[in-house]
């Protein structure tokens, strides 16, 4: 049986064709389905330019959450990594490997706070326009409550970590460490991970 979450922001079923789902979908009679937007669902009050939103695609991702199921997500994401991205997820299905929830940012009206205090995966949020690549939808974040920002010492007077309360522990399922297979799997591919900026560890972005 398929159990759909809905949301005040139109997570429903679309009279529009479905986005094209890149990854192969196993086991879809017991899919759960955490979202299912149309496009123009997907982008509702964003402010970006249309020159940004004209980069964007929206693609299915299908994965395992913490409750041991399969389930299908969408990334609103820049598609020159949709394929890339596409990629990840299946090989993240493929090693099982948890991720709480895949829903674009306009579930939490653009806020990134929200987003990541709810463990959410995601990546086109259009904010800090001058060094954020989520931006233009060419960072993904992934479960940022096991990956959480943790800022260097320097800097912790005048930044917090984030999301609030969140406590990094390599142990636990859904986290990343230097060489994680999915770590590998996404510098493989040419992206950059947050652990290696200089200022902190950020270690659910990932971007190109």
């Given at each position: 049986?398929?159990?759909?979450?809905?949301?005040?922001?139109?997570?429903?079923?679309?009279?529009?064709?479905?986005?094209?789902?890149?990854?192969?979908?196993?086991?879809?009679?017991?899919?759960?389905?955490?979202?299912?937007?149309?496009?123009?669902?997907?982008?509702?009050?964003?402010?970006?330019?249309?020159?940004?939103?004209?980069?964007?695609?929206?693609?299915?991702?299908?994965?395992?959450?913490?409750?041991?199921?399969?389930?299908?997500?969408?990334?609103?994401?820049?598609?020159?990594?949709?394929?890339?991205?596409?990629?990840?997820?299946?090989?993240?299905?493929?090693?099982?490997?948890?991720?709480?929830?895949?829903?674009?940012?306009?579930?939490?009206?653009?806020?990134?706070?929200?987003?990541?205090?709810?463990?959410?995966?995601?990546?086109?949020?259009?904010?800090?326009?001058?060094?954020?690549?989520?931006?233009?939808?060419?960072?993904?974040?992934?479960?940022?409550?096991?990956?959480?920002?943790?800022?260097?010492?320097?800097?912790?007077?005048?930044?917090?970590?984030?999301?609030?309360?969140?406590?990094?522990?390599?142990?636990?399922?859904?986290?990343?460490?230097?060489?994680?297979?999915?770590?590998?799997?996404?510098?493989?591919k040419g992206f950059f991970w947050g652990r290696n900026f200089s200022r902190n560890d950020d270690d659910h972005h990932f971007e190109k």
């Open positions: 049986m398929a159990f759909v979450l809905t949301f005040a922001v139109a997570c429903k079923k679309s009279t529009t064709p479905p986005p094209q789902n890149i990854t192969p979908d196993i086991a879809a009679p017991d899919t759960i389905v955490d979202c299912h937007y149309s496009f123009d669902e997907a982008i509702k009050g964003s402010k970006a330019p249309d020159s940004i939103l004209s980069e964007l695609k929206l693609i299915d991702v299908t994965y395992y959450s913490f409750d041991g199921e399969i389930h299908r997500g969408q990334l609103l994401l820049n598609e020159k990594i949709a394929g890339e991205v596409a990629e990840v997820f299946k090989f993240i299905l493929e090693s099982k490997f948890p991720v709480a929830k895949v829903i674009p940012v306009v579930k939490y009206k653009w806020d990134d706070t929200k987003s990541m205090n709810d463990n959410n995966s995601y990546s086109f949020c259009y904010r800090n326009v001058g060094y954020s690549k989520h931006a233009r939808g060419i960072a993904v974040d992934i479960n940022p409550q096991q990956n959480p920002v943790r800022w260097n010492k320097e800097f912790r007077a005048i930044r917090t970590d984030k999301p609030r309360g969140a406590v990094y522990d390599p142990s636990k399922p859904g986290t990343f460490y230097p060489e994680h297979p999915v770590v590998l799997k996404f510098t493989e």
